[in-house]
């Protein structure tokens, strides 16, 4: 079997085998059926197989009627961002970061990002699936075809939004990142905490703070 994973929030495959240029161009097709054929961003990471997979989704968005702002490598956050900042300006209605997060080499996806910046929610996704499964995907004609031009830069506008957000705040040691979602979980929610030898003891402290059963399991 074909290894191939389909979500929600977008596909990955294994490249040459379950993730190539036609799988790459249905979904792309599908997405750009999602919006209307209405302005996209694109994005990309650098792996040897993003290239060609760019050009899958190019030449698909466009089919759809999509105009397609290509930022090249771009890390799937500031896409995000771009999307949320340019749907504003230039009506921009979603972005399609290529990217394999922390597979290997052997992987690539498509991962889709919403008029918002965030991924699709529930109702979205399916709706993105159910095109791609039915293989309805819009077309226009030959005097409608979306053009690809090269995505505006707002990066500068990302990292001055991100130090806005956190001001003169210092980022935070991985050891407190369960202690403090637990602390919160907990606030409204009361009940067993299971951690294992890994987590830090401030978890213990929250959990007696709160009343909280605390269980340990080693493996």
Request: glycine share 10%.
């Amino acid at each position: 079997m074909k290894l191939l994973k389909i979500g929600i929030s977008g596909v990955r495959g294994i490249v040459g085998e379950s993730m190539t240029p036609k799988l790459a161009m249905d979904f792309a097709a599908a997405f750009g059926t999602f919006v209307g054929g209405r302005p996209v961003l694109l994005g990309r990471d650098t792996r040897v197989s993003s290239p060609m997979l760019r050009a899958a989704c190019l030449a698909a968005l466009a089919s759809t009627g999509c105009d397609v702002y290509d930022q090249g490598v771009c890390p799937t956050p500031i896409l995000q961002f771009l999307v949320r900042f340019w749907s504003k300006r230039i009506r921009v209605k979603g972005g399609i970061s290529i990217t394999a997060g922390h597979n290997d080499i052997d992987w690539n996806a498509l991962a889709f990002v919403g008029p918002d910046g965030t991924t699709l929610n529930a109702f979205q996704g399916q709706e993105v699936l159910d095109i791609y499964h039915l293989g309805k995907f819009k077309k226009v004609p030959v005097e409608r075809i979306g053009v690809i031009r090269h995505g505006p830069d707002a990066t500068d506008r990302y990292f001055a939004a991100l130090a806005r957000f956190l001001e003169t705040g210092e980022p935070l040691s991985e050891e407190y990142a369960f202690p403090l979602l637990a602390d919160d979980y907990l606030r409204t929610r009361c009940g067993a905490v299971i951690t294992n030898f890994s987590t830090s003891r401030m978890v213990e402290d929250v959990a007696r703070d709160r009343n909280c059963p605390l269980v340990n399991n080693e493996l």
